[in-house]
């Protein structure tokens, strides 16, 4: 490569607007040991114009593969396609002219033809994948919630935390909860990676895809909830207030439902008017009323979900105290496998959990805990399967309200 005497800048290589270095570009396009012959060259003062080119078709690809935009783009025009790798391998060519026999050039040169050789054939390994998805999980939903798209790839990238690492391949919208096993063993079989989201209010990066081979269900259209009922509950007397809400669910929702009917839904996180109870469950939500109710998990009734095997569970809490579940000695669940159709009650266990394993001392819920003494769906942030629907029991405000206002000096440690 020719001699440069310009003074190196932090980014190298061109329409690069991801929080991605240089270096963990090249690597992820080229491989590790690329990076270091750059070093090596760029030490003997031997990467100019050649360098440059070689970043140039780094550039074209990595604004393609971060950009699902472009990526349709080229699979709708071919010929966009076709001519982009044409120029790409010009410039490779125009590398190799100017290598003058060195052999870590050669070595980088052909780690970039690899490299570029990948790109292109990617959009037709894409093209026939997703004939592939579409055409099996259309005889599961309707094939408008099948989606490829570049606005639903970029919408499901992150969460919350505006974390990004891969675009999902695909985004599932299921219409009905009854969709939802289907469509998880169906995913299975395709080898894709399943990731669980609701509202995206998460600020722990449970809805970040970290596989560019996923889908993303989104449970949003399981939006529908019967209201206040009053029901018999698993090993009490009497029936009580409870709302069954579909995953999709505002929380915010649910807050002015029950107290329409004079009853309180305890579970107020700050993400109220965008959060899904679905997902309420999933992170065990809290908010001001844990003070006196509990988070999530002391107010399930019970709640449905889908494991990784794409199984349907339904788990009943027995003998609700309708208050914090760590004030009971044991906390008893039933774990029911249903059959195929999410109906009938094929096999049962019980779980009886010591109530001060729910709990860490001092601490409103022990987030560091994500097995739970192995009762499903809570606090497991989706890794252990997908919350379809929940029901949870309502209360009643006590008669009288006291007020308590504490004024801090100083700094809160000292307070």
């Known amino acids: 490569m020719t001699t440069t005497t310009a003074p190196q800048r932090i980014r190298e290589i ?13 690597i992820r396009l080229l491989g590790n040991e690329a990076w270091q012959i750059l070093q090596d060259l760029r030490d003997q003062r031997k990467t100019g114009r050649s360098a440059r080119m070689l970043f140039e078709v780094l550039g074209d690809i990595w604004v393609v593969v971060r950009n699902p935009y472009l990526v349709d783009d080229l699979l709708e025009h071919p010929k966009r396609r076709v001519a982009l790798v044409r120029e790409m391998r010009h410039r490779l060519n125009e590398i190799r002219k100017r ?27 894409t093209s026939q994948k997703r004939h592939q998805i579409l055409e099996r999980l259309s005889k599961i939903t309707k094939p408008h919630n099948i989606m490829f798209d570049g606005l639903a790839r970029v919408t499901h990238v992150t969460d919350a935390t505006d974390w990004r690492v891969e675009y999902p391949f695909v985004v599932v919208n299921p219409d009905t909860e009854a969709e939802i096993a289907p469509l998880v063993r169906a995913l299975i079989e395709l080898d894709l990676v399943i990731i669980p989201r609701g509202g995206g209010t998460g600020y722990t990066g449970g809805a970040v895809p970290l596989d560019a081979n996923s889908a993303v269900i989104n449970t949003e259209k399981l939006d529908k ?43 107020d996180p700050t993400s109220a008017d965008a959060s899904c109870v679905g997902g309420n469950v999933a992170m065990n939500a809290g908010g001001k009323k844990a003070v006196l109710w509990g988070t999530a998990l002391d107010n399930l009734a ?24 760590h004030d009971e000695e044991t906390a008893v669940f039933n774990v029911h496998t249903l059959d195929s159709d999410g109906r009938n009650i094929v096999n049962t266990k019980r779980l009886e959990i010591p109530g001060h394993k729910f709990r860490k001392v001092g601490l409103g819920k ?41 004024e801090f000096f100083g700094t809160v440690a000292t307070a």
């Open 225 to 267: 909830h019967r209201g206040v009922e009053y029901v018999e509950l698993a090993g009490l007397d009497g029936r009580h207030p409870i709302i069954n809400c579909g995953a999709g669910v505002v929380t915010r929702r649910v807050e002015e439902t029950a107290h329409q009917a004079g009853l309180v839904f305890a579970v």
């Open 14 to 26: 061109p329409y690069n607007y991801t929080s991605y270095t240089d270096r963990e570009i090249v």
């Open 302 to 325: 019970y709640w449905n979900m889908v494991n990784p095997q794409g199984e349907w569970l339904r788990i009943e809490r027995v003998h609700h105290n309708f208050g914090k579940i």
């Open 99 to 125: 290598r003058d026999d060195n052999q870590q050039v050669d070595v980088l040169v052909a780690a970039a033809e690899k490299a570029v050789e990948c790109f292109d054939s990617n959009f037709d390994e």
């Open 366 to 406: 022990d987030v560091t805990d994500k097995f739970l003494s192995g009762l499903p769906g809570v606090q497991k942030e989706g890794t252990d399967g997908i919350i379809t629907s929940v029901a949870f029991v309502l209360h009643k405000m006590p008669k009288y309200t006291r007020t308590v206002c504490m």
